[in-house]
C-alpha cells in the first residue's frame, strides 16, 4: 500500500511526504524530483525548452514507470491532468489531497515563473487552482485541509489519524 499526495504547487506535499513516511517507517518519492532527473535538468529548463504539452507527457510517463510499495509519494502538482497517471498511482493506495486555500498559495509561491509549474501562456495562479481543484477532489480518497494555521508535523498527526479511517474522510483544520 502507498500513499500519494495530490495538491496545488506549494501545497507541502513534498514537506508533508517526508514527515509522514519517516513517521510511518514508508519510502518516499517526490515524481518531480524523479522527472527531473530523468530530464536532466531542472524542470523549468524542460518547460522553458519544450513547452507545457511535453512537460505533461514526461511527467505521466514518470507515473507510469513508477513500481513501489509502502511508499509515499509527493506527486508534481499537474499530475491529476492525467488520468493514466491517476489510474495508475491509485492502484493499491490511498490518495490524500493536501487543500490548501488559494490566499495562503499565493503567499508560499514566490517563484511561480521558475520552479517549474506547467502553466499555459497567460494563465494565472488563480486559474490554474480552479482548473485543477476539482480533480484533486474527484481523485483523493482523503482530504486534509492544509492551511496557513496547520503546520507540516501537525498535518503528518492529522494524516496518520485519518489513515486509520476509512476512505472519504475529511478533516477540517
Do not use: W
Not at 519510502?27 to 524530483?33: A, G, N, Q
Not at 514566490?110 to 499555459?120: D, F, H, M, W
Request: hydrophobic share 40%.
Amino acid at each position: 500500500m502507498n500513499i500519494v499526495l495530490i495538491g496545488m504547487p506549494g501545497a507541502g506535499k513534498s514537506t508533508v511526504g517526508v514527515l509522514l513516511a519517516k513517521t510511518l517507517g514508508y519510502d518516499f518519492i517526490d515524481t518531480d524530483i524523479v522527472l527531473s532527473r530523468r530530464l536532466g535538468r531542472t524542470l523549468q529548463a524542460y518547460l522553458d525548452d519544450k513547452g507545457t504539452d511535453a512537460f505533461l507527457k514526461a511527467e505521466e510517463a514518470t507515473a507510469l514507470a513508477l513500481k513501489c510499495n509502502e511508499t509515499v509519494i509527493a506527486t508534481g502538482g499537474s499530475m491529476v491532468l492525467s488520468e493514466r497517471a491517476m489510474a495508475h498511482l491509485k492502484r493499491g493506495s490511498t490518495t490524500v489531497f493536501l487543500d490548501v486555500p488559494l490566499t495562503e498559495l499565493e503567499k508560499r509561491l514566490k517563484n511561480i515563473k521558475t520552479r517549474g509549474i506547467a502553466l499555459r501562456p497567460g494563465q494565472t495562479l488563480a486559474a490554474l487552482f480552479d482548473e485543477r481543484l476539482p480533480l484533486y477532489k474527484k481523485y483523493a480518497d482523503l482530504i486534509l485541509e492544509a492551511g496557513r494555521a496547520l503546520s507540516p508535523e501537525d498535518a503528518v498527526t492529522r494524516l496518520t489519524d485519518m489513515l486509520g479511517k476509512r476512505p472519504g474522510a475529511h478533516i477540517h483544520e
